[in-house]
């Protein structure tokens, strides 16, 4: 199993060391897993589709098979950015496309943001634009105050990927992070998570959004449509949140990311 080390990461706050999983050969591709990891949410329906990129898909510190335990905090996202650097620095990777789910979403646009030149494109699914996630608190609360609630199956992949009883305290750290972004009054004065900076993308940048994903508000991807009037919004008719992986949502998941990574490309029209 491939891993790099990172002698100084900015979420595990100190040496660690990154696995990662590698598909296909092309240009750089990097999937940026959402909060609860990879393996409850993995790409395997689309690597076909995309055979002729380089997909490289780490776990972040305090995920999966990476060092553990991981730092959160209102930061977590901007850190996770600097850590995610650092994992293209050490393969070589000076530029890629990021595509990221959820909180990966977040992570791929603030590192767009911090180093436009080494963003080709961004793909953002599930894509968390407010700070104060209002239809998801309750969400949040329950992932701090009963992880077990969420069922059986999502316990056992969790346990398996992260380890037992890791995986609650990781559930844990993720809402209750969440809960107090939202609960810090935001330094720039604005209710986004990009400080009011995600007009200033200059990469081709796509939101592919389930049209029934819970976790987004009423709004809120028009508002990051007003910030950012050059992204291109394609909703999933059947999607939930995670439509590149859920069965009756997959086809047109892949189908829309083929077109907005040929966009990118500069292979069809914008």
């Known amino acids: 199993m491939p891993f790099v080390t990172i002698e100084n990461s900015p979420l595990a706050r100190g040496k660690a060391e990154i696995h990662y999983r590698e ?30 990129y380089r997909v490289l898909v780490p776990d972040r510190s305090g995920y999966g098979l990476s060092t553990k ?30 595509w990221g789910h959820s909180d990966g979403s977040v992570i791929a646009a603030r590192m767009a943001l911090m180093a436009p030149q080494r963003c080709r494109g961004l793909i953002l699914e599930a894509f968390h634009y407010h700070r104060c996630k209002i239809v998801s608190q309750e ?29 609650r305290e990781l559930l844990q750290a993720e809402g ?7 609960a810090k009054p935001a330094d720039s004065g604005t209710e986004d998570l990009f400080d009011g900076r995600f007009g200033e993308l200059a990469c081709p940048t796509a939101i592919i959004q389930g049209a029934a994903d819970p976790r987004t508000d009423p709004g809120e991807l028009a508002e990051a449509q007003r910030a950012l009037p050059e992204a291109s919004i394609r909703m999933i008719e059947l999607g939930e949140h995670c439509p590149h992986s859920e069965s009756k ?9 083929m077109q907005q990574l040929a966009r990118i490309s500069g292979e069809a029209p914008a």
Request: proline share 5%; charged share 20%; aromatic share 16%.
């Open 23 to 52: 598909f296909g050969a092309g240009a750089p591709l990097l999937f940026l897993h959402g909060g609860w990891g990879y393996h409850i949410y993995p790409i395997n329906r689309q690597l076909h589709a995309l055979k002729d």
């Open 139 to 167: 969400f949040f609360r329950d992932m701090v105050s009963a992880p077990e609630k969420f069922g059986e199956r999502a316990a056992r992949v969790l346990a398996h990927e992260h380890g037992e009883p890791y995986w």
């Open 176 to 182: 209750r992070t969440w809960l107090d972004i939202a």
């Open 249 to 257: 949502a997959a086809d047109a998941f892949t189908h829309q990311l």
């Open 69 to 98: 335990p991981a730092e959160f905090g209102t930061d977590f996202h901007t850190r996770a950015a600097q850590e995610t650097f650092a994992f293209l620095d050490a393969l070589g990777i000076s530029q890629a496309i990021l």
